[in-house]
């Protein structure tokens, strides 16, 4: 397993409301500022932000001179399509035209900063598609016309031949009761239905969790159609979207998600999302570098006490779980 490339979603190094205290509990801290932020954390090379929230082509400048400065990688840029009020109902699928036109080109928009950036990756998500009461939504047309804007969005990245791969990152619900394509294998349908080479997932490890899936599974069905071109790393009790460092809820989890990637020979970025409302951001980045390369230690141990034999043979439940907790006890 080579050194694993860790970027930080710079949304999270920031003062965060919640619904409960729409005030948060920290100080606004400039972008800039958080990008320097990021370069100042040993094991993190990487950034993800949004347009125009985070960036805008006034400030596309001085966000090249820090990056620069710090020698940091613009790692995914994404188009805001679900923080202003036009999005109160939808985006990509909205049943209004002239929204869905805006929010493509939202979209566009961050794949044309983005290729001056040489960005490999743009997330979409669903986040204001989807339904809060039942029958509320026409979810047969809401597909139909998700599907429509994915299409004119891959054009738009091939009519330009840029290298940057689309990606949908499914989540069950939050902020809408019910969001669009909210599990693994709903992405998954969507993405197979497109066929297209620049079209795949971004799974957010905290998503899966709350819907309830295996993450093992998950990461393996999407790797096994090659469609993982990015992931979210972050961890919760599978209650709520809390967003805490990967692997403080469930160390073993984040092992089992780690050897399933080294399995496929996964090259991409370990993103992290992460929300800390009420603690150090530096002390969330710094424990979540610190417990993805204990993981990647684990598999690596692994691997040469011959867990793959052992998974090839009936019934050795037990005798891989005992592997498990001897190799985390033993990496570094």
Known sequence: MSDLKI???????????DRFNVEGFGDFVPVLDR????????GISGFELHVPTEITAATEKDVRTVMDDYGLKMVQLCGHTWTEKQYRDGALSDLDSKIRSHAIDRVKEALDMGARFDVPISVLWPATDGSDFPLQSDYMTLYKYYVESVREILDHIHE?????????????????????YGTTGQALCLVNEINDPSFGINLDVGHALIAGENLEDQFALICYYGKLFHTHFDDNDQQADVDLPPGTVNFIRLVQCLYVLDQAGYDGWYGLDLFPYRDDP??????????LRLAKSVVELLNKRGIKELRTQKGKGPEISELIMDCIREAK
């Open 7 to 17: 970027s930080m979603g710079i949304w999270g190094i920031n003062n965060l409301p």
């Open 35 to 42: 990008i320097k932020l990021c370069g100042e954390t040993e």
């Open 160 to 180: 330009n031949n840029y290298k940057t791969k689309l990606c949908i990152e499914p989540k069950p619900f939050e902020p809408r009761s019910h969001i669009l």
């Open 282 to 291: 530096n002390k969330f980045m710094e424990l979540s570098v610190r417990n």
